[in-house]
């Protein structure tokens, strides 16, 4: 199974931005990005295809960009604007079942 590695989470005021990375140990064709806050279920916030196909959820669109470099079997998230309701931690997911380990976003008020 290929390994993901997440990275580029922390603290940031309501407004900015952060980018977090997602690097993984061989090629995946589908690639996507989901959160999950303090008591709640796990939400998919962003898919990207090695081909450019992306979809993002309505909670974020507009807002953070996904995206990918197949060369370097790593995908990004460039979150802006960001919410303290995004506060969350955040997982890269490779296809069924293959997460990273998550990354901790917080965004404060």
């Known amino acids: 199974q290929v390994q993901l590695v997440e990275s580029g989470g922390g603290l940031v005021q309501a407004g900015g931005s952060l980018r977090l990375s997602c690097a993984a140990s061989?090629?995946?064709?589908?690639m996507g990005w989901y959160r999950q806050a303090p008591g709640r279920q796990r939400e998919w916030v962003a898919t990207?295809?090695?081909?450019?196909?992306?979809n993002y959820s309505d909670s974020v669109k507009g807002r953070f960009t996904i995206s990918r470099v197949n060369a370097k079997n790593t995908m990004y998230l460039q979150m802006n604007s960001l919410k303290p309701e995004d506060t969350a931690v955040y997982y890269c997911?490779?296809?069924?079942?293959?997460w990273g380990q998550g990354t901790q976003v917080t965004v404060s008020s």
């Open positions: 990207i295809t090695r081909t450019g196909i992306i």
């Open positions: 061989g090629s995946i064709y589908a």
């Open positions: 997911n490779g296809g069924a079942g293959n």
